[in-house]
Every structure is written in structure tokens, then in C-alpha cells.
């Protein structure tokens, strides 16, 4: 194991990218993940890999599809706005099936919105950030550790099923210092990508990049065939963590920031004798849905915990089918919810008086 | 310890200048002197002296910092009453520079009047434990670029190497160590080596220039002894 340091999240994102063998970077600076940028800026040209800081989100976007399309690494990062503009790109890299990191550390929205930390981005990315039939990996971490982590994973799920990959923290998870142990520097790419445009050398045939199909019938079989790559991962991919469950009677579900606000929460709800436990998805696509099934065989109520207007909720109700009752307690616009509003949330259900 | 009318804290990002300044600032209150801080931070979005305000309001000092911090807006703007700080001759300042020389360009045009009066600390604070500031060339590389963005020079060492909650008493001993080698190679003295207050009682004796420092809690990290669940790996 390697030396234990002080990190930001975003600066673990970066030196853990560029750990995991990643030189290619091109962004644009917004907060509140703009240390992502700097950090490359700053250790790239050192270990002769690029720094891009391009014209506009679009152009980021579109220059990782160019990176990615000879098969080399490639990541870009932003914060909610700046991934909406960055959508096209993600759904033309989605279409033509390439590997590539896009780091979302969400600020408060719709529109300019504000700076500071939020988890409303969650419907977009989740659903497939773009126009089409596609999904990314999206991964959630909640501390400092596993944006480090996560990222190397991302990374690899990424180029063993050519998608792209997302790695959505709020504003919080990408500010807020912890220690971390990096992992070992290792190359999660591979050297022998049979699709890259590399120049055939006039040994084989074309391998062509796009997502422009002229037959319908052949778009419909890509479709088909991308669709059963993704049944496939949620089979296998699907990662959460269960705090307290085994004898739940109240299940907490949370991500990222809130997580860390629920644990405090149940620790004083487990005081007060409220059997409380908590599922933390860790992907998000895929969402880990037969954990959450089994759950609601064995507690009473849910209650998601988020920083936008319920958009995990409707997931958590279609995961469990509507088998128990699902409660909110959210903030929004910035604003993260304490211990004691999550307690309060906890105490109601408890006491039979929250509305789900 | 010795102090002077005002005492800056300049330093890599995320090196501790902000919990350092808070301390040194209630430190200094505790001298019986009038105290002022400045939050001359136009890099951190997030987690700066104004969440602090309270603790520094209860204690009779009073906090200059932007309209804007803490607020939904990123502007880098500087607060206008920050002049007083250098103007007003009865107070003792305590100025928190932002990270690196990004942080520290903002400081340089309070410069020609703090050098004027000549009564100053320029304190560099130090984190061997970030990953930017490991051995002595890359600090020393900040060290330089923060001198040459402000134009003001340091004029001592401030050790806080820690791994946040996971920091053991062996870890600010190297530091110490690592400060001490710093401060020889740029030729300057160590003023104190901060470490949490929970390891006071390790560390009063056998750290030279000790100084103690309580550290803000944020109401959204886990309290101490929380661990993980069981996570499908």
C-alpha cells in the first residue's frame, strides 16, 4: 500500500486518474471542480502528458473522442452546467462506442444555479446524459477515498465495455479534504485495443469511428446489441454499501454528502432505540435494485435523503415496486440537510405520521 | 511567543491556513489585544473563515471578510474594509491569504503599507503530508512562487503536516522535522509546529514551539469512531 496523503476530492480524481495511466486531459474551469484542472495543469507536462484547457465545455468533450478513438485514455470533468453542454459529446462517444471519464462535481441548478454543492443532476446522468438510447456508468462516492478509487474502476469499466463512464460527486465530496491512500500506478487500458483508429499499416481493414449508421436495420442490431452490454452490467456491476440493515426497520437510502449527514443521523436514531439502517448506492447506473427489493421484505418504510426534489426516490419506488412506503427529506439550492432534519424525518416515520 | 501587529498565514492550498488563523486569532485575543481577522481567500469556494464567524464573534473579534463568501456566486472579490486592517495601527491583524500565489496575488496591494510599517509575520504554512508539498524542492517551488506573487517576503515557518483525523503524534514529529530542514534551507526560523489539541498531551514535550489548535467540525462529516458498512466489493 502507498503512503497515506492529505487530498481534496478533486485532487484525488486527478492524481488517481493520472495513476491509473490516464494522460490525456482537456477541460474547462468551473467551480466547484476546478482544482481537477489545476492539478493536472500542474502535474501533466511533468510526466509528458497533455493538458488542454480548451475553448468551451463542447470542445473538451469533443477532443476526449478524439483521444479515445485511437484508443488512448482520455477524461474531461466539469460541474452541472458544463455537463449539460458537454451532453452531445457524451451521447456521440455513447454511439460510437468509446471508453472515456467524465467527472461531474455538481453545484446547484437549473441553469447558472449557484456554487455550492447539490446532487440534482442525479435524472440526467442517470438516464443517459444525451439524446438516444444509451447509459453511462455512473459511480457516487462519498468520501475522499473513493473518489480515488472509484475513479480507477470508472476507468476500467469504461474500456472493458467501451462506454462512457461518470463519476458524479456534489461540490462537497470535490472540496473536502481527507486522507487517502492512493492506489499503485497500474494501466487499467490495456495496449491491444482491436477497434482503435491507429493506422492499419495496409494489414487490415478500416477501423472506422462513428455513430452514423445509414442502415436502419444495422442501427437497430447496434442498438439491440448495446442494450444487451448494459443488461449484462447491471448483472455484475452494481455496488452499494449496507450500514446497520441487519436489523433495519427503517431503510435510509443516500449518496455522496448525504450519506455521510445519515450515518450521523442513525448513530443518534440507534441511541433513541429506532432500529435505522442505510443502503448507499454506490453506482447509480446501475442502480442497485435487488438489494433495495430484498430490503423491502424486511423493513416498513424507506427514506431517501438527497440534495434535489426526490429524483433518487422514483428509483428507489420502481427498485421495490411500491412494496413499502418511500419518504424525502431533502434540501436543495445549495443548502445540505443536518443530522437532526434527517433524525426528525426518521422520528416521524417512526411514529407513523410521514407522509410517503 | 512573540507576535507582531499583523500576522499573515500564506501557503499551499489546503496546507491548514484557515484553521491556523482562526486559532492564532483567539490566541492572540487571549493576550488581552483587540483583534481583527481578514479573509483574503479569492480561491476556496468552499470551507472558508466565515464559518467561523460565530466562534470569532463570542470571543470579541471581529471578521473582515467578502459579501460574497459562502455565497452561491464565485467572485473573487476582496472586501473593501480590509484597508483598515493595515490603516488602523491599534488593532492586531490576523490575515488569512489564499492557497499558492493565485491566492496570495491579492495580497500584494496591502504590500506597500504593511512593509511601510514594518510590523509584520509572514508565515508560511506547511503540509508534508500534501501531495504537492512532499519534499523540500516542490515546497519550496510554492514557497517561491507565493513570494514572488505577493512581493512580500516570509518571515517564518509554520509547520501543520497532518493527515487530517487519521494524524498520529509521529506524523507532526516528522513534520517538525520536515519544517525545521525547510527552514534551514530558506534560511528562516520555525515559529511553531500546530497539531489538533487532541494530542496535546503527546506532543507539549517533546514538540519545540508547540501550538495547539482546535479544529472546526462541519455538521456533515462523521463524528470520530463512525466506520463503514459492509460494501459488495
Sequence with gaps: MSETVLMKGNEAIAEAAILAGCRHYFGYPITPQTEVAAYMAKKMPKIGGTFLQAESEIAAINMVYGVAATGHPAMTSSSSPGISLKAEGISYLAGADLPALIVNVQRGGPGLGGIQPSQSDYDFVTRGPGHGDFHVLVFAPSSVQEMADLTGRAFHLAWKYRMPAMLLADGTMGQMMEPVNLPEPCNAFGDDNPWAATGTEMKRPHNIINSLDLSPENLEKMNFARFERYAKIEETECLWEEYLMDDAEICIVATGITARVSRNAIVEARKQGLKVGMIRPITLWPFPKKVLAQAADQVKAFLCVEMNMGQMKQDVELAIRCKKPVALCNRVGGMIPTPDEVLDSIRKIAEGGMEA | MNYKRLTLFAGHYGSGKTNIALNYALWLRGQGLRVTVADLDIVNPYFRTKDGEAQLKAAGIRLISSDYANSNVDLPALPGDAYSLVDDRSVHGVIDVGGDDRGALALGRYVPKIREEGDYEMLFVLNKARP??????????????????????????????????????????????????????????????????????????????????????????????????????
Design chain 2, 132 to 233: 504537492l508539498t512532499r519534499n523540500i524542492d516542490d515546497a519550496l517551488e510554492v514557497f517561491c512562487e507565493i513570494e514572488a506573487a505577493c512581493a512580500l517576503p516570509f518571515t517564518a515557518i509554520v509547520g501543520n503536516t497532518n493527515l487530517g483525523p487519521l494524524t498520529k503524534p509521529e506524523d507532526v514529529v516528522a513534520g517538525a522535522a520536515f519544517a525545521e530542514e525547510f527552514g534551514e534551507r530558506v534560511g528562516l526560523p520555525v515559529k511553531m509546529i500546530c497539531a489538533s489539541q487532541k494530542l496535546s498531551n503527546e506532543l507539549q514535550n517533546t514538540v519545540r514551539n508547540f501550538f495547539p489548535i482546535n479544529i472546526m467540525q462541519l455538521y456533515y462529516m462523521e463524528k470520530e469512531g463512525t466506520s463503514l458498512g459492509k460494501i459488495n466489493l
